[in-house]
């Protein structure tokens, strides 16, 4: 059971553009969002994360908008760079709690073109 | 400091051999836990351990064995390696709230 629908499944974006890519999830109970990247030949990192107590969360070019009502959120990429071409994938769970699972989405392959 | 090391970095198995692949982390983490990303899936849990001598499933967990006998050490074992296994497979640890900490992976073959 997919409970995190992720897309697009991939994406290409002019150098200085705008990468948008979007999560929904299903279980109302999840109340941590994190986005990962992943580069080749490496594993995923934490990107940026929000918790439901605000709605828009930036940190430089990178920025998580985040809907409570209708359970799913976004990551923006602005001013999007060559570098930023990597694996994208957002993940959801309860927070906290030793025994708390993180469910991924099935992942976006941005490309960003020079 | 290593973080979370995994190895083999690649393994190529005939269906019904078995292996072990390793995951160790110097970080002192309590949760460890594996995940394998197949193309078009994401990442998908197998096993989880929220501490030595405790273990749990996740969403995919058949075909798979772990044991936690220690903090830093959390194998991942196939007892009879069949195709569908071919995967990669990745250890990622926390430490409380942390974010997962990830390994760089296993590429896993099974011919």
């Known amino acids: 059971q997919q409970q995190v629908k992720q897309s697009p499944q991939s994406l290409i974006v002019q150098k200085g553009g705008i990468s948008i890519i979007n999560c929904a999830y299903e279980?109302?109970?999840?109340?941590?969002f994190p986005w990962y990247q992943q580069f080749p030949g490496k594993g995923p990192a934490l990107l940026i994360a929000i918790r439901p107590d605000v709605s828009e969360k930036k940190e430089g070019r990178f920025t998580i908008s985040f809907n409570k009502s209708a359970k799913q959120f976004s990551l923006h990429i602005m001013d999007s760079q060559p570098g930023d071409s990597a694996t994208y994938f957002c993940a959801a769970s309860k927070y906290g709690g030793a025994t708390n699972k993180l469910i991924f989405g099935t992942g976006t392959l941005l490309a960003v073109q020079p | 400091n290593a973080g979370v090391t995994q190895t083999p970095k690649f393994q190529v198995l005939k269906t019904g051999q078995s292996m072990t692949l390793q995951c160790a982390q110097d970080?002192?983490?309590?949760?460890m836990s594996w995940y394998r990303q197949d193309p078009g899936m994401g990442l998908r849990l197998i096993h989880y351990s929220v501490g030595a001598g405790i273990t749990d499933q996740g969403e995919v967990p058949n075909g798979y064995n772990v044991s936690r006998s220690t903090t830093e050490d959390f194998p991942l074992r196939l007892l009879s390696a069949a195709p569908s296994q071919t995967s990669v497979y990745f250890c990622?640890?926390?430490?409380?709230?942390?974010?997962?900490?990830f390994g760089n992976g296993t590429r896993l073959t099974v011919t």
């Open positions: 990622a640890t926390r430490q409380g709230n942390s974010p997962l900490h």
């Open positions: 279980n109302t109970a999840f109340d941590y």
């Open positions: 970080m002192n983490h309590e949760y």
